[in-house]
């Protein structure tokens, strides 16, 4: 399969993507201010760290990307770089806040799914068997061809060097089909927004929710799903969607979902994953992994 027109970026886009990735690093502290390739200075002449920013335009973003980026750096160069700790969870937020300035796809995926432990990733398509884009989304081995968000609390931590595709089990990664039931587009958005819910001990689940913030919370998790298009193939892990059956994942509540097992079977510092849910959207251009893991 050709390349597809988004995966070679913009100049607008590359730049963004940098920025991105060095405000990652910040926050993870694998790079210093002033360090990297956008060697960000500690303060410019006439901006002190910690000095108050100025009005923006809340409209810098995907519209905007110059104006995206130049919002960004100037809050990067206003933060106080002392204490360290406070100066990490500042680049945080502003990473955070950046990328969901990007697309409304992030500041969606951001919304309803950064907090719960879950993973969020996208890839390309390029091979006839989509189960094979799925897999390398899984193993991390690609990134998302139009530069969106990720959300992998995994990524870097150290646990991957002896098992690499941690959270997920690599025997469920090889037999991935076979755990995995068609879906239908309404009972597809259903489950991410449950993956909003807690596995255990769930205050406010979906289904009691006021309606506004219900509707909220299904239009976010539709906004997901809507990247792939009305013609997409949706699959899931559950149990429930055996035999062309179609579940109401939010009367149900994530707690009450049961599945094809695809998260790992390893004790790992303390934690033990005993519960997950996945959704796997395709189209002909793109795959997209979206998953909820129960750890206790």
């Known amino acids: 399969m050709p390349p597809l027109p988004h995966e070679v970026p913009s100049p607008d886009r590359t730049a963004l993507d940098r920025l991105d990735a060095y405000l990652e690093a910040l926050w993870d ?10 060697s960000v200075p500690d ?31 100037d809050r990067l160069r206003r933060l106080p770089r002392t204490p360290r700790d406070d100066f990490v969870r500042r680049v945080g937020g502003l990473l955070a806040e950046f990328r969901g300035r990007r697309s409304p ?31 390398a989304v899984m193993r991390r081995s690609v990134r998302d061809p139009r530069g969106w968000i990720r959300l992998d609390r995994d990524r870097r931590d150290d646990v991957r060097h002896t098992f690499p595709d941690h959270p997920f089990d690599p025997l469920a990664i090889a037999e991935l089909p076979a755990r995995l039931h068609p ?7 259903a ?3 449950v993956m909003s819910e807690e596995w255990q001990a769930e205050p ?12 909220r919370i299904l239009a976010d998790a539709r906004t997901l799903l809507d ?15 055996a035999d062309g059956a179609s579940p109401d994942f939010v009367a149900a509540g994530l707690a009450r979902t049961r599945s094809h097992r695809c998260a790992t079977t390893e004790y790992v ?8 849910l996945g959704v796997i959207a395709v189209n002909e251009d793109e795959v997209g992994v979206f998953w909820s893991f129960g750890a206790c």
Do not use: Q
């Open 105 to 135: 796809w992030n500041a969606a995926a951001l919304r309803l799914l950064d907090d719960p432990y879950t993973f969020v990733a996208a890839g390309p398509r390029r091979h006839r068997d989509w189960a094979d884009d799925v897999r």
């Open 227 to 241: 990247r792939y298009g009305p013609d997409a193939g949706l699959w899931t892990n559950a149990t429930a969607a």
């Open 191 to 193: 489950a991410p927004a």
């Open 204 to 215: 406010a689940p979906v289904r009691s929710r006021p309606s506004p913030d219900r509707a």
């Open 269 to 276: 510092k303390g934690l033990d994953i005993v519960d997950d």
């Open 183 to 189: 879906v239908g587009l309404d009972a597809a958005v």
């Open 43 to 73: 303060s410019e002449p006439g901006i002190e760290p910690g000095a108050e920013e100025p009005e923006r335009s809340p409209a810098a973003g995907v519209d905007d990307p110059d104006a995206l980026h130049s919002w960004a750096l």
């Open 29 to 38: 502290g694998t790079a210093e201010p002033g360090a990297g390739p956008l």
